[in-house]
């Protein structure tokens, strides 16, 4: 089926052509033939012609070093990228930015990535659509392409690799807020919304030749500088589910005893209190603005030290009806501590299914590992 909506997908761009907005940037790793069959590795130790060495061209193309290693971490498919940000302390959510990374956990069979080139708002700053320019999307034809007015939530969510590196390798945002010499295609008050998240998503730890001066740009808008992490900041990197038994599982009978595992990082200074999760169940694959709320831990002060992680686990019960649901877990939801960045507190969904067929719980739950 995938390669059927892909196939239609590909025709419609092609056929629509003439309205793209968008060129290749002289991406220099092109092969001529065979780039799905045969691995022509880049200079970034990537597949030449692929999603993940376009999107590691675009980056470096904006002074990010990155590479299948970057951080320490291991990048390879694109299905693969979310997770090796969240290793390496890169935000990861459901928020565009132009210069994001779009991330597809399942296209294709392994995973997709491309790079978010606009992204359109609705009049409260909230994010409605983006423009994207790719490679071998769908795995046709290994050639450059752009897809334009996609749904915001038509990507399973985006890395923040270029906001993470604002102010350590460039001033990639503030320069398109002065001068638009990088990106005009946002407006001056989309940039103003652009900016507001920017502040949140830079790292707090590194430092760079540019540093100073973005922290003084965002202390005068009224952002918060960061940089020296002065206050707590809770950041929920994993979430996952298994049964009673510890064995992680993504399908349960109705009723079933389940366990949700995350794993809760203080990424700012030491908290002089300890903190509230609450998890949150909704259907579907996606949090909905009324979840319900399954349940409450607190975590101690001493065991979210500065910079330390913490794993804690909550047991829940598989609800009676049959279907697809999600659990969220949120650090101190309430705001009861002053957090240096008060918008990364929510963890990414753990999908899971509802099935009464008992049989085949076992089998299902061995072929979705």
Not at 159 to 170: F, P, R
Not at 314 to 330: D, S, V
Not at 335 to 346: C, G, L
Request: one cysteine or more.
């Amino acid at each position: 089926m995938w390669k059927l909506r892909c196939a239609i997908m590909a025709l419609l761009l092609s056929l629509s052509s003439n309205v793209f907005g968008y060129t290749d940037p002289d991406y220099p790793y092109t092969v001529s033939s065979g780039c799905r069959d045969v691995c022509y590795q880049d200079d970034y130790n990537f597949c030449k012609n692929n999603c993940t060495s376009y999107v590691a061209y675009m980056l470096n193309l904006y002074g990010v070093d990155f590479n299948n290693g970057y951080l320490g971490a291991s990048w390879g498919n694109g299905g693969h990228w979310d997770n090796a940000a969240r290793d390496a302390g890169i935000v990861v959510d459901d928020h565009p930015l132009p210069g994001d990374v779009a991330y597809w956990n399942t296209l294709g069979g392994v995973g997709h990535v491309a790079w978010v080139e606009k992204v359109y708002f609705d009049s409260n700053g909230n994010a409605t659509n983006i423009d994207v320019t790719e490679y071998n999307y769908c795995g046709e034809g290994c050639a450059w392409g752009q897809r334009l007015n996609l749904p915001a939530n038509n990507p399973d969510g985006y890395i923040h690799i270029l906001a993470y590196n604002e102010g350590v390798t460039g001033t990639h945002y503030i320069d398109c807020d002065e001068t638009y010499d990088l990106c005009n295609n946002q407006t001056q008050q989309e940039w103003g919304w652009i900016l507001q998240r920017v502040a949140d998503y830079r790292c707090k730890t590194c430092s760079g030749q540019n540093m100073t001066y973005v922290n003084s740009f965002f202390d005068g808008m009224g952002m918060g500088g960061g940089g020296g992490g002065a206050k707590p900041d809770f950041v929920i990197n994993d979430i996952w589910l298994s049964d009673s038994s510890g064995n992680e599982k993504t399908v349960f009978k109705p009723g079933q005893s389940m366990q949700v595992h995350i794993k809760v990082k203080n990424a700012g200074a030491s908290t002089s209190s300890g903190i509230d999760i609450d998890y949150f169940r909704s259907n579907g694959y996606h949090e909905d603005s009324d979840p319900t709320n399954v349940g409450t831990d607190f975590i101690h002060k001493d065991d979210l030290e500065g910079g330390e992680t913490h794993e804690e686990l909550k047991n829940i019960t598989a609800p009676m009806t049959q279907g697809t649901y999600n659990i969220t877990a949120h650090a101190d939801a309430g705001h009861d501590v002053d957090e240096e960045h008060e918008s990364n507190n929510d963890s990414d969904e753990a999908v899971f299914r509802v099935d009464n067929f008992g049989w085949l719980v076992p089998i299902i739950n061995q072929m979705l590992r």
